[in-house]
């Protein structure tokens, strides 16, 4: 069994790979990979997506800098049904459309788009950064053993609004509701990073290492 972190220069894989095989190591979830290799897509049983910056240039970075390895990504995803995990900017290219700087076209994968968070005490800070409880919205494998109260850690400006309430698993209070994990189909997303979210965060990694969609 592999997965494979894309590499598209979209931010510091470092992290996220320890993560990652340390799960996979501790849980016998199989071989963890960090890989710019359309090949490496291509064979790998799961695909992560991690994304830090701007969705216009992670979008960009990923389809226009590196067509090949967008389209092993959107085949083993679309087409073969590999299960997929977006972090931060990663989750959000799942939506249909972002809209931070210009109006971006998403992967299309969740009913939703990404907008400005703004809350509505205005004495909360944007960016959203540090820890904040997760309130989950519904179940599903990936987030089994995850509950209400559980900590992740955040750090964007930008989130995603659900034009489909039922493909948000998880939010967590910022001024508003801020949306915090997603799924459809063989697709989920986390807008933290499970790499930086201790317990909480190792959960998620392994629940999705061992899922079968």
């Not at 939506?95 to 971006?104: D, I």
């Not at 950064?129 to 509950?147: A, F, Q």
Request: with cysteine; hydrophobic share 40%; aromatic share 8%.
């Amino acid at each position: 069994m592999l997965t494979v972190l894309i590499d598209y220069d979209s931010g510091n894989l470092h992290s996220a790979e320890k993560a990652f095989q340390r799960v996979a190591n501790e849980t016998n979830g199989g071989d963890v990979l960090v890989s710019s290799l359309p090949e490496d897509v291509a064979r790998a049983d799961r695909i992560v997506l991690p994304g830090d910056g701007a969705f216009p240039a992670c979008r960009n970075a990923l389809t226009r800098d590196r067509a090949a390895l967008y389209e092993a990504l959107i085949d083993a995803v679309e087409t073969r049904g590999r299960p997929f995990l977006g972090i931060c900017v990663g989750m959000q290219l799942m939506a249909r459309c972002g809209h931070e700087y210009e109006p971006t076209q998403g992967f299309g994968w969740i009913d939703g788009e990404v907008t400005a968070i703004r809350p509505s005490d205005p004495a909360l800070k944007v960016p959203h950064m540090g820890w904040n409880d997760l309130v989950i919205d519904r179940t599903h494998p990936v987030i089994e053993g995850l509950r209400s109260g559980d900590h992740a850690y955040f750090v964007h400006s930008y989130q995603m609004e659900m034009s489909d309430p039922s493909q948000r698993l998880a939010h967590c209070e910022h001024g508003g509701p801020v949306t915090a994990i997603v799924a459809s189909e063989t697709r989920i997303g986390a807008q933290f990073h499970p790499e930086k979210s201790q317990e909480a965060g190792l959960r998620l990694i392994a629940n999705f290492l061992h899922w079968t969609p």
